[in-house]
């Protein structure tokens, strides 16, 4: 069963299909209106849940989008309106959906929730992001920096911020695209001790950026973090934000990533997010692309 559940868990040679079919796929309907079918409808007659339980945008918008390209059809579902979130097992819920569709997305909070699902399960599941991990985000993210500068191999990366969710997938796609990944932010939001071993850490954000390809930060505060925390990360962060002044420390044609949605001059200035290095945008239009070719993959289709 093809679940895409991690960018590490994931075969090498898949994931470099999954990337290099996205890009096809993207070229072959460049120009045409979002809602014009691919030529080939690879999901045809498939039916897709799409289920969340946390708030998206780019998630639930771009693969309702990439379904509906495809020839399927979806149910955008939320946690809290399904009897999963009011006592009905992760199980039980896996083996019912099976019955319904060809296809589960599921956007969570906790890993388990994710993995009981998928065990249950007899289609695949896709991890739409758990507290964990955001591995169709950095799919994205890595065929959107092949866009602009060719292969991802050997480039050097850095992450300013909080070692969180989607740095961990960041972390995972290092070692399967075998690029060097830095870490710059404060000990206490180091990443999770799991994901050693697949970065390094420079606690001086102007120097961890010395020659990087790519500049990359996400929210200080995560869907899954307390409210509470809220000041005391900003305090920890605030030297870690991304302006034009650690920019310039970059490589002069350097990228710089935020998988969205951003607070503007919080954890990346409007200057940098609106400036000539980012390209947020194309990540963003790239989830659509990535996401429609992990779903292909994991359907075999
Ligand atoms: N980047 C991302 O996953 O965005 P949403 O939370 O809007 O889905
Ligand atoms: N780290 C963020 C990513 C949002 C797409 C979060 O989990 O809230």
């Not at 060809?102 to 599941?125: C, G, N, S």
């Not at 850095?158 to 870490?183: K, R, Y």
């Not at 970065?199 to 010395?210: G, I, N």
Request: charged share 25%; net charge negative; with cysteine.
């Amino acid at each position: 069963m093809n679940h895409f559940l991690d960018i590490h868990k994931t075969p090498k040679p898949d994931l470099r299909h999954i990337v290099d079919h996205a890009r096809a796929m993207k070229q072959a309907r460049d120009g045409q209106p979002k809602g014009t079918p691919d030529a080939d409808q690879p999901l045809a007659d498939r039916m897709v849940a799409l289920i969340f339980e946390k708030p998206s945008t780019r998630t639930r918008v771009s693969f309702d989008l990439g379904v509906r390209q495809m020839g399927g059809q979806t149910m955008v579902l939320s946690g809290t309106d399904m009897q999963l979130g009011h006592g009905e097992t992760i199980a039980d819920t896996a083996r019912v959906m099976s019955r319904y569709v060809d296809l589960i997305m599921i956007r969570t909070f906790e890993e388990a929730t994710l993995l009981e699902m998928a065990e249950h399960a007899d289609v695949p599941v896709i991890n739409g992001l758990t507290n964990r991990s955001h591995p169709c985000q950095i799919m994205a993210d890595v065929m959107t920096f092949e866009e602009h500068r060719g292969p991802i191999q050997g480039a050097k990366v850095v992450w300013s911020g909080d070692g969180n969710n989607t740095f961990a997938s960041f972390a995972h796609a290092a070692q399967q695209f075998d690029f060097d990944l830095t870490f710059t932010g404060p000990e206490p939001l180091d990443p999770e001790p799991a994901l050693d071993g697949l970065y390094r850490t420079v606690r001086d954000p102007a120097e961890a950026v010395q020659g990087a390809d790519l500049v990359v930060t996400d929210t200080w505060v995560s869907m899954h973090d307390p409210v509470s925390a809220r000041e005391r990360r900003h305090n920890q962060l605030r030297g870690y934000q991304v302006n034009a002044e650690l920019m310039a420390q970059a490589k002069d044609d350097a990228l710089f990533m935020h998988c969205l949605p951003a607070h503007r001059d919080e954890e990346a200035t409007s200057e940098v997010m609106d400036g000539p290095h980012s390209v947020v945008f194309d990540e963003a239009e790239n989830r659509l692309h990535a996401q429609k070719a992990i779903m292909r993959w994991s359907l075999g289709t």
